[in-house]
Structures are given as C-alpha cells and as structure tokens.
C-alpha cells in the first residue's frame, strides 16, 4: 500500500512544482505587457511636452511678429521724417535681431514637429504590436490559469488520499525547497544527494518495508527500490 502513497507523494511534489512554473509563466506574460504599456506611456508623454513646446514657441513667434510690424512701422516713420540716420540705424538693429530670432523659433518648431512625426508612426506600430501581444498574451494567461486551476483541485484530492503522516511530511519537506527536490534514495549504503551513511536496518526498513524515513543529515525524503 505504501508504494502508492509514495508515487502519491511523487506526483504531489510534480505538480506543485509544475504550477510554480505556471505562475511564473503568468507573471512573465503580465511583466511583458506592462513593460509594453509603460513604454507607450512613456512616448506619450514625450509627445505632449513637444506639443506644448511647440505652443509656446508658436505664441512667441506670434508676439515677435507684432514686434516687428511694430518696429518697421516706426522706422518708416522716422525715414518719412526724415529723422537721423543713427535712430533709423538703431531700428533696423532690432528689426534684423527679431527676424533673426524669428528663424530661430520657426527652426525649432520645425525640429520638434518632426519629431512629433517619428514619434506617431513609432507610437502607431507600438500600438499595434501592443494589441497583438494582448492577444497572445491573453491566451496564454487563460490556458495558464485554467491548469493552475485543474493542478491546485488534482493536488487537494491526491492530499486528501494520503495518510496523515505523508501528507505532512511532504508538506514540511517541500515548505524546506531544498535544491533537486525533496526526495533522495539509498546508494550505496549513503543518502544520494548528500552522502550520510545510512545503516543496514535503516536501508531495508526503507527499501524492504516501504516505510516513510528521511535522510538524518539533508531531510529528504527516502523513495524506497524501484519508486
Ligand atoms: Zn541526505
């Protein structure tokens, strides 16, 4: 009877371990969207401040334009007046150093509206790899889900089935994650994973008797010949 509790305990400790990897599935398949999303926001972000940027740039260029109507209107004045040559000198300074300001502002408009460009195509495809990621994704979250599920109901039934005392040495065992699982065999008269000497009378009791022992040194289970 208790080589069945110790297959029981084998596939108790699969499934666990398999469900463990199914979280972590799941997690890399909602990190992966994030990371995706956070991106797209990111770019967003980028794309209103050069929008704003440009609004006050364009603002400037609007003010600037009223300063230099402004400006040669004066200096025409002063010429129709005939006034002296250093006050129609001084004007034209100003209007020169406005336009060349005014160059300035539409340069940068210009640079940042191309950038706004790049950054639409470049926000148009992470749109759409975004929603054919979601789609796969979701698909595979579902089907994650789904075996948790059905792995979380087979591993409650195969508990229920054991006996006390398998059923909680198992579960201290596992709750121990120790490296290579929680299950060792005798070889050669020592504990295979870490080497204890066991004893002749301890072997056969694990062995010949199928009875449910753990290494003295490592903890692990012994899985009795043939398991
Ligand atoms: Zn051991």
């Given at each position: 009877m208790s080589v069945e509790w110790f297959s029981k305990l084998k596939e108790v400790d699969s499934l666990t371990k398999m469900r463990i990897n199914h979280l972590k599935s799941l997690s890399d398949q909602e990190a992966r969207l994030a990371t995706l999303l956070q991106r797209k926001d990111q770019e967003l972000s980028l794309v209103s401040r050069l929008q704003s940027a440009n609004h006050s740039l364009q603002q400037e260029l609007f003010e600037m334009e009223q300063k230099l109507k402004t400006s040669s209107e004066q200096k025409q004045r002063f010429l129709d007046r005939g006034a002296d040559e250093e006050k129609i000198q001084g004007f034209?300074?100003?209007?020169?150093?406005?336009?060349?300001?005014?160059?300035?502002?539409?340069?940068?408009?210009?640079?940042?509206?191309?950038?706004?460009?790049?950054?639409?195509?470049?926000?148009?495809?992470?749109e759409e790899t975004i929603s054919e990621i979601n789609?796969?994704?979701?698909?595979?979250?579902?089907?994650l889900r789904a075996e948790v599920r059905n792995i979380e109901l087979r591993v409650s039934l195969l508990l229920e089935e054991l006996p006390s005392d398998f059923r909680n040495l198992l579960l201290k065992t596992t709750a121990k994650n120790l490296a290579h699982g929680p299950f060792t065999r005798v070889d050669n008269g020592?504990?295979?994973?870490?080497?204890?000497?066991?004893?002749?009378?301890?072997?056969?009791?694990?062995?010949?008797?199928?009875?449910?022992?753990?290494?003295?040194?490592?903890?692990?289970?012994?899985?009795?010949?043939?398991?």
């Amino acid at each position: 009877m208790s080589v069945e509790w110790f297959s029981k305990l084998k596939e108790v400790d699969s499934l666990t371990k398999m469900r463990i990897n199914h979280l972590k599935s799941l997690s890399d398949q909602e990190a992966r969207l994030a990371t995706l999303l956070q991106r797209k926001d990111q770019e967003l972000s980028l794309v209103s401040r050069l929008q704003s940027a440009n609004h006050s740039l364009q603002q400037e260029l609007f003010e600037m334009e009223q300063k230099l109507k402004t400006s040669s209107e004066q200096k025409q004045r002063f010429l129709d007046r005939g006034a002296d040559e250093e006050k129609i000198q001084g004007f034209s300074r100003e209007i020169s150093s406005l336009e060349d300001r005014g160059f300035g502002l539409l340069e940068e408009i210009e640079a940042n509206t191309q950038e706004l460009e790049r950054l639409r195509t470049f926000l148009a495809g992470l749109e759409e790899t975004i929603s054919e990621i979601n789609a796969e994704a979701q698909t595979e979250i579902g089907k994650l889900r789904a075996e948790v599920r059905n792995i979380e109901l087979r591993v409650s039934l195969l508990l229920e089935e054991l006996p006390s005392d398998f059923r909680n040495l198992l579960l201290k065992t596992t709750a121990k994650n120790l490296a290579h699982g929680p299950f060792t065999r005798v070889d050669n008269g020592t504990c295979f994973f870490c080497r204890f000497k066991i004893s002749k009378i301890y072997e056969s009791e694990i062995d010949m008797q199928q009875s449910l022992k753990t290494c003295p040194q490592c903890d692990r289970i012994f899985l009795p010949y043939g398991l």
